[in-house]
């Protein structure tokens, strides 16, 4: 199993750094950070804005090879360069990371233990009430984007604070002013930040459970007249058990490798959730950099990006390994 | 003596107004095994679904079904649970789908002991290794810890029946425990159960369509047509003297190894919705058959009951259906002087075998076909049979290919494949056609038959005016009414398909037809009538067949000369009178003995062949069959060493190019 996974790592890491150059040289291309420095009042002589520029690495007069090649050596180094206002790219990355990790984690797991739960239950109850309203609640939300969702939870939350007089949601940042100074001292603080949480997971979860909800329908109702669950019924097991330890058990392969991909993609894919709650993560820096025409950091973003991506498909892989044996014949 | 099981008058519907089972009433005693017979659409699989409660949603259910005096109809699915598994146990017809595929067998099994009995996971795997060891798992504590996908078929039914057991079941429900498993396998999966009913006690009801599986293990048995039964009876007063026009005629349908023709019972006709629904079928059907559903009566002091208002008819059952015509034989040269339409010589195919996922390495091969050598001349019929992954349908694939094979020559109609151009291949493809397994899977169902039938006729640039008239006259070739040219092919019934499959492949006129298993999918009777199709053909249009089957009784009835297959080796070759008559390979013989007899006297005696078929990828040295070979361990030292060191090769062993591959052919 290890020499498996080393091997798989070592194939990925290829194709990682062929996506992170390409989305280099695509960046390093077709933004103009030029325009950013020219544009400043009053406008700084040529040279100074070249001299500037070349500090950066992101002098558009410099052959794109050579530029390539002294962020390439940086890269290599672990330093992913500077940004457009000359700090260290790396340092901020490390901080937006973890800011995307708290913001996605939560809503990432609820959503698909959620949406395989709501699927699974719609699959056993097919052409009831309870799959319908399940089929029609997942479509809608499929429906509609990911930020008519977060506007609207928005206006539904600040309804409820009204109604009850009690903050109990939050919508902006990670944490309040001064809650960890309040009178329940740090546990006011973490209360703090789980009130800011709690809003901008739910768009994430719900937008997950919709998909995996649809999905997980589709592949339990595959096995919820096969030969095995009637075989376990056979044995003596309620119709209940049956489906949850061999149906369920069985559907949940497909859903589980695909849960470890969207998964990956997630981390840029929050960008919309991560502006409108005021969340300083990745896909909020991925936007503003991109119209700032910051090389260096999109560079970056979309080389975590990629190292995400393969990392999922090497925990999709082995996910698979882990719950389906018949995988497992292949890879040993 | 109580009864275990009694079932009475047990209706099953599937809505809207499907009646799969109207009435069926049976008994059955401790250590008693009743079998179930009908074809497909008789209402057995509805019937044992229903014993055990299992019907999908939808069915409505009335009748009695009482396991010791116990009423189960109408309890809750708790209550039921309690029983299922525990006092009443079912083995499924296919054990690859039937077992969860990931879950460890070990666990499986002791998961139904752990429901019931309450006992500690230790103490269920410990009883799950019992129970396989007793069902003839090799290393059980060892392959207690696999998957089912890692068993062979017998393996996985040896596994299923260890689970119907695991809590000494007073009744256990059998549905097709031995389809879809080779003759060899079905015999020793019966033995199994044999063995695990003994050591239960246990009642069983045996559920199949095949005849032969039911005369050696069954004591009574109870035979059904459109939901209900129609004769019932001691084993040995059924087979010997059946009552029924349906049970004689299913009888008769049986192909026979002894080459005897088959008495063909009519296959397509509906069952009737008033009066005996088998009257539509029925060569003695009377005026009153229209009117009234005849009730079982007894016929015979042993209590052997049939449902048929016109007995007096059926007190000679040999003359209720007629004697085919012995259609007289084409006058054709003989065959030594007829021409070759495929040669094959020395073929080799192997698979090779990869580990490793994203670079994978070689690490062997399966030795699909391993240099066999055949010839088919020109209207004849090279029936080529074997066990599951013995090569045969690979051998019959890379000839198809009509392209070099990796080993060996293949030649058709004198014209090497090796050889051959795009555009030749494309040519000698209307001269080699195939009909394939499951009429279900190889017709598309999206296309109309008339679609299907056209399609290589266009392919092959025949004129479109031609073709609607080409249509028509394939399905009268093929014995289908030109109205059925309109349907899809879910619209059709299986003899049908088969039927449209087999025009399809005569469309273009070949002088070659491939044909894989093409009856395995089909009933006793419809088969008995695409068997007949195709020896008429032949008869009619002079082309030859390569017939692939793994029902030794079913090539006799079509075949000229009969290759057998072991290990991709043709182990014997010869005329199939000489093959059948006097087998001179151990392998043939056994393979013969094997194949489940429709008479209940003829299981005295039997050898059944130890072990499955063998593993591809690793052949043994020396001959391939030793280790199953039954003559092999009776030899002396010197004569066994032979076997053990010299891979034999094909030798004179009768007139007529009758030859086998094996070091000792005089011995016995």
Redesign the interface.
Known sequence: MLV?LL??LA?HAVLAVLAASLAYLLAAAALRPRAEFEDRSPRPPAAVVDAELDRLNLNDRTPLADRYRVWATGVLHGDFGRTWQGDPVNGELGRRLLVSLRLLTCGAVAGGVLGVLLGAWAAVSRHRATDRAITFGSYLLLAVPVFVLAVLLQIGASRVNDATGVRLFAWVGETGPGASGGAFGPLGGLGDRVRHLLLPSATIALAQLALFCRYQRGTMLDVL????V??????????RDALL??GL??AL?PVATYFAYTSGLLLLGAMFTEKIFGWHGLGEWLIDSITRGDVNVVAAVDCLAAAAVLLAGLAS?VLQGA????AR???? | MTPVLQVSGLHVDYAPDVRAVRGASFAVERGEVLGVVGESGSGKSALALAVLGLLPAGARVRGSVRLRGRELLGLPDAALSRVRGKDLAMVFQDPLSALTPVHQVGDQIAETIRVHAGATRRAARTRAVELLELVGVPDAARLARAYPHEFSGGMRQRVMIAMAIANDPLAIVADEPTTSLDATVQAQVLDVLRTAQQATGAAIVLITHDLGAVAGFADRVMVMYAGRAVETGPVGDVYRRPRMPYTIGLLGSLPRLDGAPVRALPADAAPAAEGCPFRTRCPVAVAACAVTEPAALPVAPSGQVAACLNLAATERPGAVYPVPEPVPAPDRPPRRARPPVLHVSGLVRHHPQYRGALYKRRVGAVHAVDGITLDVREGETLGLVGESGCGKTTALMEILRLAAPPGGRVSVLGRDTAALGRAGRKALRRDVQVVFQDPFASLDPRMRVAAILAEPLAIHRVPKDRTAARVRELLELVGLDAALAGRYPQQLSGGQRQRVGIARALALEPRLLLLDEPVAALDASVRAGVLALLRDLQNRLGVAYLFVSHDLAVVRSVADRVAVMYHGRIVEIGPAGAVYGTPAHPYTRALLGAVPVPDPGARQGRVTLPGGPPDPSAPPGGCRFRPRCPRHPGLDAGRARLCAELDPVLAEAGDDDHAAACHHLGAR
């Open positions: 498996f091997r798989r194939g007249h096969a030969d095995f009637r075989t376990a019924r056979a044995k003596g097991l309620r119709r330890r061999h058990r069985t392969v892989d719950l389906d044996p018949r014949a292949g890879a040993r």
